[in-house]
């Protein structure tokens, strides 16, 4: 009776796992054979198809197949990531490109692979045509605009002026964007020659060495210079120190901005020119203040030098060579 009991157990059992297993695998029969023949029962091991005589078959073999049907699934993803090979390298690169870029344009593709670089005005000359595509044919003119935008054109803007400088290096600044931005369109044009994990890899790298980097140009960048407007032109009265600890929290956030970035001397420089920019923003009210002491002191040397004596408001009847606070505000207003 126990024995009986026991078998009745392990019929139970095997009938729950063929049905487990029959809704992953499904059978072997074709959809004409099930048609047009009366279904096995979930009690009969040829459910699973006529080669199944016993259920210890079933046991043994179903197991080896799910074992392969997972050795399949990850070949299919294998091949899912490794790169298309295609008869013709070019037409891969052409087929890249317009998956990335969206752009079904052969001259425009051939244009951007020959172009080893782009420096400068041409940078972004290229990048504003690229974005706008009616433009084309008409370089000339978007060079132009670009120059007369910035301020920067020589025949009409003072070169000696502080404000035609630091228009020329918001030019540079940005052309090194667009630089990049041409770079990465480069990188587009190519076809994936790496795994995802070695690209995932080498990206990794490339941060660790963007943050070094980031970490030297932002060592040097000990203080910022604050310009002001004197009634006729830009000028510098100052620096604005930066503390160390005011330095460190800009490090992952400018590494991450740069990391796609070639490491070279030019994105070195928009490095720092990026970290000062962020700086101010975050610190303007104390850059504010800082501007408002050093133009005063510069106000009250040159009445010194000016009235002689020291500049006190009002000023006491009898106070000698010291200006009065209505010198004082004539002054100003001149």
Known sequence: MENQTQSSEDNQAVSETAEFLADIIGTSNSQTQQQNQQPETIDSPSFFGEEFTDWGKVKTEIPQRLQKLQQLEQEVTQLKSAPLQYANE??????????????????LFQKVKSTESLEGLDALVFKTVFENPELAGKEDAVKAKIVSDYKIDPDINDVESVEFTMNKKKMEQDAVEAKNWFQDLKGKVKVQSQSPEEMQQKKAEKVGQWKTAVQEVLGQVTKIPIPVWDGKEVKIIGDYEIKEDNRSVFIDPLTQAFASYELDDSNRRVVGQEFQERFIARNLPYIIDSA???KEAEIRSQIEAEYGGSIRRPNPPGG???TSGD???NYLNS
């Open 292 to 294: 408002i002491k050093l």
């Open 90 to 107: 070019e037409i891969g690169e052409f087929d890249s490109f317009v998956k990335n870029t969206t752009k079904k344009d052969w001259g």
């Open 327 to 329: 010198d004082f505000e």
């Open 320 to 322: 000698g060579g010291s």
